[in-house]
């Protein structure tokens, strides 16, 4: 097994520590916010889907773990609809170990991760990871938004969200000063 | 060449019909009425064709061995007349799978062709099925719709025109993007080539007054991009758990190597893809399968497990994508891809298996290459359980300190691009009252399934025996 894919072991074991009965759209989220926003060296490939950004990877190693007996995985039913259940097993600490650099190292970004979006429900976190995939490309391409324009650029990907609820979802964000494109409403661009 | 209307053409490749769209709805000779439509087109070269009066509305049909026929119109036909779409033709699909399979021989070119095909399928299928919440949660009305179709259609045709030589077996030797460790992918590549060498062919088709497509719109839904705006919820459809692109290669790959595992009931698939909408939670809707269905989907999650495990990750398959990749590296300048961007994606395009076979042919690979020809190919001397766990996972390290300098590679499954990953599909069931629930809990067979993380260690075959009288002796010492 490769350094970074021990890296990735551990760091999920350590997030379903952190945050108990962690949904799987919550890990993958949370790995794009810790490779994101805190320049985690997770090596993940997040391209953005309907659902946000995603990266089969990221379920690939939760497979993984799961074989290795850092991590369970429960099915969840519930009305109208599932979802899964991940939790530490027996194992997490053999699993951690393997990447036990890599979580002294980023353990601060790990707890940090977790307090900023531990608790915001799956919905939530598909729109606010779009939103920074979005505010990222446009960063990228140096193109400058007022947080107005980023709203109506998420909202065309997600419109089933109202727009004045993607707008207070950037705000949310930028309040945080974690978006990198935006400009000021009257700015020049 | 000049076509009448009605008259079946032979291009030149053999396998292209074509006809009045006209003709074959009523029958009737329509030149007169379509001369309207009718403009000078100056074909490339490529496509073996002279200039041609040609009609923008003409449909065409090219035989395929897995669907029948395949029908283009003249906008995709002018798109797959591009050098840049032409180059397919001289990409194999499993590079050297031959050498296990001798039918492995066919190519992107069809693929491409065959993954337009299903797309379209699918998209009919969701969109008959699903209208309504489509309409109701991504707000699209007919017109959108039928834009979006013609999206996808030219997205699942131009997905992978962005392959290197052989295929993924190359993949390693693309570069890296910027400074941190990540490399390109097929998939950017294909994005700048649409981006860059097909723009015009895209853009500037009479029939894009309809859709008034920019070439990044089918990039974005390819590559990384947001220009696709509500379109990517489409993304699925390219690359997902029942993409259209899977569904064909599992089929065509069968077919042509003459193995029934990757064969499932694409007809009852197709039939059965819907959108649903995922929960209470107010996520985005997914694409998923009705109940009815479930058996279809868990035919193709099998059908792409015995792939993997037969065909895609077969020791000696995975021993010829390493001499490929070594041999390539000798052959690059640089020991790696040019990158997809400027003068440098121009360079890329010259890479198709004809040029590197007839370097490997002519010597210049060095010792990989002349493994290649003499098939004196690595051998494989252990392998992990095809689900390792923790306990393989040290044993596997113990044999490779044994093995010491005799190991000269080591591959896993998790890193093959055909992995196996994820198996679950969301499955809608409507009796009594609409209920999702996933396919593993419809299926016992996907619920045991896990993903193949299998690593496979090799030798040179000289150092075979000594490899495994090494091996037996740590076992003993156990």
């Given amino acids: 097994m490769s350094d970074n894919q021990s890296a990735r072991l551990a760091t999920l074991v350590a997030l379903a520590e952190k945050q108990p009965r962690l949904g799987r759209t919550a890990v993958m989220k949370l790995c794009y916010f810790l490779q994101t926003l805190r320049n985690v060296p997770l090596g993940y490939r997040f391209t953005l889907y309907s659902y946000g950004p995603f990266d089969a990877g990221v379920l690939s190693d939760l497979s993984t773990a799961e074989a290795f007996g850092g991590i369970e995985s429960k099915t969840v039913l519930y009305s109208g609809g599932y979802g899964y259940e991940i939790s530490p097993a027996g194992r997490r600490r053999s699993v951690k170990s393997l990447g036990s650099g890599f979580i002294k190292k980023h353990g601060s970004d790990l707890q940090w991760v977790v307090e900023q979006f531990g608790n915001f429900g799956s919905a939530d976190l598909e729109l606010l990871s779009t939103i920074v995939y979005v505010d990222r490309e446009s960063a990228q391409a140096k193109a400058r938004r007022t947080p107005d324009e980023l709203a109506e650029r998420v909202h065309e990907v997600k419109p089933h969200f109202t727009k004045p609820y993607v707008r207070q979802k950037v705000a949310h964000l930028q309040e945080l000063k974690m978006l990198r494109s935006l400009r000021a409403a009257s700015g020049n661009r | ?478």
């Fill in chain 2, 1 to 478: 060449m000049h076509l009448s209307p009605g008259r079946h053409a032979d291009f030149d490749d053999g396998c292209l019909t074509a006809h009045m769209a006209q003709d074959a709805m009523d029958g009737s000779s329509c030149g007169t009425e379509l001369s309207l439509f009718l403009r000078p087109v100056v074909y490339s070269s490529v496509g073996g064709l002279e200039e041609l009066a040609r009609d923008t509305h003409r449909k065409y049909e090219i035989r395929c061995p897995v669907h029948g026929f395949i029908q283009i119109d003249d906008w995709e036909r002018q798109i797959i007349d591009q050098p840049a779409f032409q180059r397919l033709r001289r990409i194999r699909q499993l590079a050297f799978t031959d050498l296990l399979y001798p039918a492995a021989m066919h190519t992107r070119f069809e693929h491409s062709l065959g993954v337009m095909h299903t797309a379209t399928l699918l998209y009919d299928s969701i969109v008959q099925k699903s209208g309504e919440l489509l309409k109701q949660q991504l707000a699209y009305d007919q017109d959108g719709l039928a834009r979006d179709r013609r999206l996808v259609r030219l997205a699942a045709l131009l997905h992978d025109v962005g392959h290197a030589p052989f295929s993924h077996s190359s993949e390693d030797l693309f570069p890296k993007r910027g400074r941190g460790n990540e490399k390109f992918t097929h998939e950017d590549y294909s994005a700048a080539i649409i981006r860059n060498e097909l723009r015009s062919a895209i853009e500037d088709h009479p029939l894009n007054g309809n859709t008034g497509f920019k070439a990044d719109n089918i990039a974005a839904l390819i590559g990384k991009g947001t220009e696709a705006g509500r379109a990517v919820f489409w993304r699925d459809l390219i690359n997902g758990q029942m993409d259209a692109d899977r569904m064909d290669y599992l089929i065509r790959d069968s077919h042509h190597i003459g193995v029934h595992y990757g064969k499932f009931d694409l007809r009852r698939l197709i039939l059965s893809v819907i959108a649903i909408p995922r929960d209470k939670d107010d996520r985005s809707p997914q694409l998923g399968i009705e109940e009815g269905g479930w058996h279809a989907a868990e035919a193709l999650v099998l059908a792409r497990y015995f792939m993997f495990t037969q065909v895609y990750f077969h020791k000696t398959r995975v021993a010829y994508d390493i001499h490929l990749r070594e041999a390539m590296k000798t052959l690059l300048p640089l020991g790696r891809f040019p990158k997809p961007e400027g003068a440098e994606l121009k360079e890329f395009l010259k890479w198709d298996d004809w040029r590197v076979l007839g370097l490997i042919g002519k010597g210049r690979a060095g010792e990989h290459g002349r493994r290649i020809i003499e098939r004196n190919h690595f051998r494989e001397i252990y392998h992990t359980p095809e689900v390792c766990s923790d306990k393989d996972d040290r044993e596997l390290r113990i044999v490779k300190a044994k093995l010491g300098k005799l190991v000269v590679a080591q591959e896993s499954a998790k890193k093959s691009w055909y992995k196996t990953g994820n198996t679950d599909i969301p499955v809608l069931s409507k009796v009594r009252r609409p209920r999702v629930q996933p396919l593993s809990k419809y299926s016992k067979a996907i619920e045991g399934m896990k993903e193949n993380n299998q690593v496979l260690l090799y030798v040179d075959g000289a150092d075979r025996e000594e490899a495994e009288k090494r091996i037996r002796k740590g076992r003993q010492q156990k």
